[in-house]
Nanobody, 120 residues
Framework: EVQLVESGGGLVQAGGSLRLSCAAS????????IGWFRQAPGKEREGLSCMSISDGSTYYADSAKGRFTISSDNAKNTVYLQIDSLKPEDTAVYYC?????????????WGQGTQVTVSS
């Protein structure tokens, strides 16, 4: 069973960048699909991006295309989410999730989240 820990969040000014990390333990990520999500106060959890680790395929929600980039370092068992040109509306708790079936199926494993706050 895989355990996920997010890090890299913080307070940043609008226009800045952040790279969020999703570090996995308990299992290698080779067989997993790793997704990044966010949840802003009072809003539903939103899917942003996903990577199928086995072949490196990446997927982005329309809202994430252009400013968000997902990548992985398999040697570190870590998946990253680079966010550029941050906007105040990007303020949310960002989560990574994992499953073994595919990017568009139910995620079985979740991290605790990392807070991103963007000031104007």
């Amino acid at each position: 069973e895989v355990q996920l820990v997010e890090s890299g969040g913080g307070l940043v000014q609008a226009g800045g960048s952040l790279r969020l990390s999703c570090a996995a333990s308990g299992s290698t990520l080779d067989a997993y699909h790793i997704g990044w999500f966010r949840q802003a106060p009072g809003k539903e959890r939103e899917g942003l991006s996903c990577m199928s680790i086995s072949d490196g395929s990446t997927y982005y929600a329309d809202s994430a295309k252009g400013r968000f980039t997902i990548s992985s370092d398999n040697a570190k068992n870590t998946v990253y989410l680079q966010i550029d040109s941050l906007k105040p509306e990007d303020t949310a708790v960002y989560y990574c999730g994992a499953n073994i079936f595919g990017c568009y199926t139910t995620y079985d494993y979740w991290g605790q989240g990392t807070q991103v706050t963007v000031s104007s």
